[in-house]
């Protein structure tokens, strides 16, 4: 096989992790997208809201399993890398959250909605993947 | 850690993909063994030295010896 197409193919923990991945994504994105269209506008600002926030947060919960289950699936390097990404990422994440937050108590700075987090902590992720990919 | 095994691997005519399916591992596990950018786990380094029928500090530089 070409080497770049063998450099392309994913193992059957990488392939699984990415079908995880999409589908938790597609509900997270769906169910957002259904309150913003004003879907849940009559259970919105009430405690029957805390339903919607749950099934949100649901999917963040799913991908943080399909995350685990790609780590125990797959072989140590593997293994290795995305456990050094998850701890910069969330490390990276609690620092800026806390700085922030801190910053709107001390500083006037504006406020940012909670949800924001989980965004950050996968954009963290994404920005340091391929340092720690490449270091030793 | 130093090592032998992309020398190894290329007498034994075997890809870095040929030698990840033989060991049950992932490509870019070998790729980064052989790159020193990992230091495989004792239990691997057995395997590697079982596949390639030589003592495991034939194949990996024991860096505790002078």
């Known amino acids: ?64 399993w399909a995350t685990l289950r790609l780590m125990a699936q797959s072989d140590e390097y ?51 993947s391929p340092f720690v990919r490449t270091s030793h | 850690m130093k090592n032998r095994l992309r020398v190894l691997r290329a007498e034994a005519g075997w890809t870095q993909a040929d030698l990840a399916e033989k060991l049950g591992v992932s490509r870019q596990a070998v790729n980064a063994i052989e790159t020193e950018k990992h230091d495989p786990s004792l239990e691997l380094a057995f395997r590697i030295s079982a596949l390639f029928e030589l003592p495991v500090e034939d194949i990996f530089r024991n860096p505790h010896r002078g």
């Not at chain 1, 059957?12 to 309150?35: G, H, K, S």
């Not at chain 1, 004003?38 to 963040?60: E, H, K, N, R, Y």
């Not at chain 1, 990422?89 to 909670?114: K, R, S």
């Open chain 1, 1 to 64: 096989m070409h080497p770049e197409i063998t450099a392309l193919r994913r193992s059957p923990p990488e392939r699984t992790y990415i079908v995880r991945t999409l589908c938790f994504m597609a509900i997270y994105i769906l169910i957002n997208a259904a309150a913003i269209v004003g879907l849940f506008d009559d259970i919105l600002g009430q405690p029957a809201g805390w339903a919607v926030a749950v099934a949100v947060t649901a999917p963040v919960v799913g991908q943080i």
């Open chain 1, 78 to 128: 593997v293994r290795v890398i995305v456990a050094k990404c998850f701890v910069l990422a969330a490390g990276g994440t609690l620092a800026l959250w806390t700085a922030w937050g801190f910053g709107e108590t001390y500083a006037a700075a504006t406020h940012i909605p909670g949800w924001l987090i989980y965004p950050c902590f996968w954009a963290i992720y994404a920005l340091v």
